[in-house]
């Protein structure tokens, strides 16, 4: 069972809009979520988080938006730079066993274009 | 400062071998964690450890095993090599107790 989804699995946007993706969970036992950008032939990078007891968080262009009631979380990057484009994954961490385990979506291919 | 470094970076096997991964994390962090991604799919998370010790297991078969060194760094092990687990195999560390956890670049394995 997919516990994070990413049900776009590609958006294209305007060098100088906003893109916006998001992510949903099933499982409210997540109390952390996070963002991570990957380049092919890379590992993936970190990018933003947000904890469960929050609904935003803001770091220069990103800004992750949480609605723990609907079990929603989105990123926003503004404005979008063609640099930007790459495959963004959703991951969210799951307490249950004393581990720090994350549960990452499908992911969502970004392009943004000149 | 270094990143997460892994090794090798590419690497075949042929069905039935065994394979070993490396993995050494960012100064001063000491947990490790080992995923696994597919083509299409998000990374799926096989083992963490901490101060050498388990704390999570994957829901990965007894043919994949794991462990830390006291200098921090950590190897995977997988035995009995299926074509199913050709997959790019990444690493992540982080200092422990906290959520943010920094990726190596992958070792792609390949398996024949």
């Known amino acids: 069972d997919q516990q994070v989804k990413q049900n776009s699995p590609s958006l294209s946007v305007q060098e100088g809009r906003i893109s916006i993706l998001n992510c949903d969970y099933t499982?409210?036992?997540?109390?952390?979520f996070l963002w991570y950008k990957k380049y092919p032939a890379e590992g993936p990078t970190f990018l933003i988080s947000i904890s469960s007891i929050k609904d935003k968080n803001e770091d220069g262009r990103f800004t992750v938006f949480l609605n723990k009631s609907a079990k929603h979380l989105s990123l926003h990057i503004v404005p979008s730079q063609p640099g930007d484009s790459a495959v963004y994954f959703c991951a969210a961490s799951d307490p249950q066993g004393g581990s720090e385990k994350l549960v990452f979506g499908k992911g969502t291919k970004l392009t943004v274009n000149p | 400062d270094a990143g997460v470094t892994q090794s090798p970076t590419h690497l075949i096997k042929t069905r039935g071998q065994h394979v070993t991964l490396r993995c050494s994390p960012i100064s001063g962090h000491k947990s490790v964690s080992w995923y696994q991604q597919v083509l299409g799919q998000g990374p799926q998370f096989i083992f963490q450890?901490?101060?050498?010790?388990?704390?999570g297991r994957g829901n990965f078969p007894d043919r994949f095993s794991a462990r830390q060194f006291p200098n921090y760094s950590s190897e995977l092990n997988v035995n009995a090599l299926l074509l199913g687990d050709s997959a790019l195999y990444l690493c992540a560390s982080s200092f422990g107790g906290y959520n943010e956890q920094f990726f190596g670049p992958g070792t792609r394995l390949t398996v024949l």
């Open positions: 499982n409210s036992m997540f109390d952390y």
């Open positions: 450890y901490y101060e050498k010790e388990e704390r």
